[in-house]
């Protein structure tokens, strides 16, 4: 190894990894946007077409994760612990992988009618992604603390609702559907969706340590 190799391995890389946060946000706030537009969408061929485009955005998310993980084992100098980086990457990743598992489940179970609730928690993914995005590119200044607290704090507030929300769905489908098989597809769909806003929580979590640690 060359001496421009070595010096290069302990200059800081913190626009290398700024750089994949803002495109790793960035693509899952398409994605949670796509979900939305999907969940929306009456018509099942239009739905499709939501669905190949979420599957598309999920790879590229994987792609992005793994570039993230290459630069953490190659870099001895980062701009946050190492740990934080890497839970911070795998819970954006987390995100991606339940939005997409929530999007095949309508597809492969064959879901005509997308409840209300189903609708109302991806809006609430979509605004605690939007918030996420927000938060990661204020990553880049500290300083920003007071605005990234107000953030964190919101998100937090997208996840309480979204547990009343899901257990209010759970509660209204144990009570009226009828159908064990048709209860089992919208309680797993419904499931999934909650869970994708507590990986939401999971990365505000993750980011307020990051503040704790360099304020």
Known sequence: MNLNK??????????????????????????????????????????????????????????????????????????????????????????????????????L????????????????????VMLIHKSITLLKNLDNYTLLRENLVKINSLENHADDIFNLAIADLFNHEKDAINLIKHQEILQHLETATDKCEDVANVIETIMIKNS
């Open 109 to 128: 179970y064959n879901i005509d009618k997308v409840t209300a609730p189903m609708i109302r928690l991806s809006e609430l993914l979509e605004e605690s």
């Open 6 to 107: 070595i010096f290069s391995f302990f200059v800081p890389k913190d626009k290398v990894f700024f750089n994949l946060f803002d495109r790793a946000s960035t693509n899952l706030v398409e994605t949670a946007v796509a979900l939305k537009s999907m969940l929306n969408e009456p018509n099942k061929e239009v739905r499709s077409t939501y669905i190949k485009k979420i599957s598309d955005l999920e790879h590229v998310g994987d792609e992005l994760t793994h570039e993230l993980f290459t630069e953490l084992s190659s870099n001895f100098i980062t701009p946050f612990d190492r740990e934080d980086i890497h839970y911070l990457a795998t819970s954006l990743d987390d995100i991606n992988d339940y939005i997409f598992a929530s999007a095949k489940r309508v597809d």
